[in-house]
């Protein structure tokens, strides 16, 4: 499983690199996001929550893309079949494929970390160690709940800004409203903000403690409501093709 997990990061890299035009967008976005915070935060609290948004805002586009393509090429490739006939359940290759994705996108979510690091050295401790992997845990089951949903509809590309949208209004409050911060914590992104924004480590503890329930949550839910049509749909379209979904 390991040499498969590596062979997907491979793979996914490779097709990064394939979409240029995407990776020179994603590569001028983080730097310019790096940039900013470097420049804007004023203390190392404001830093490492500038450092958060943007590896969320710039890797939430990448793992969406991701899930888009995580069911639909198999079709596009005709390699479905074989991928259900394989030895790994379909939920366990949707899991890997998702961590993997996560991973490809590492670049652009330490380098506002690192950028934060820089401009305030003391921001080198275990908490933003911790703080980091909350985001690529949250970027892995993304990735897993957006591949079962996207997959729901004929045209996934045309729902990716809509899901993005919503996760960055209601999960980042990038426009804040009336209520905003407290609409935020149904989302695993408030607790994400919520602890890179503590320093009491009670409060810390209990940050992670909620954000692994809310992801938790988010994740067997997905799994929950969506896997019976998924496998539906997968079927009709190996039987009557992909049109008629």
Known sequence: ML????????????????????????????????????????????????????????????????????????????????????????????????????IVASPAIVVPFIGAAVRFPELVTGRTMVLVMMVYIFLGTLCFQSTLLLCQFRNPSAMVPWVRMALLFLGLSVIPFDGSRIVSYFFPTGWILGFAQENDTGLLVANFSAFMGVITVWTVGAWLALRRRSYRLIEINLTDGVEAS
């Open 3 to 102: 040499r498969f997990f590596l062979f997907l990061i491979r793979v996914q890299w490779i097709d990064r690199l394939a979409t240029s035009s995407f990776l020179i967008g994603i590569t001028v976005q983080t730097a310019l996001l790096t940039l900013a915070l470097y420049r804007v935060a004023n203390d190392a609290e404001h830093a490492l929550v500038l450092a958060t948004r943007a590896s969320m805002l710039t890797c939430t586009a990448i793992v969406l893309l991701s899930a888009m393509s995580n069911v639909q090429n198999e079709f596009r490739y005709g390699t479905i079949a074989r991928v259900l006939l394989g030895k790994v359940p379909f939920e366990g290759l949707v899991g890997v494929r998702s961590a993997a994705s996560a």
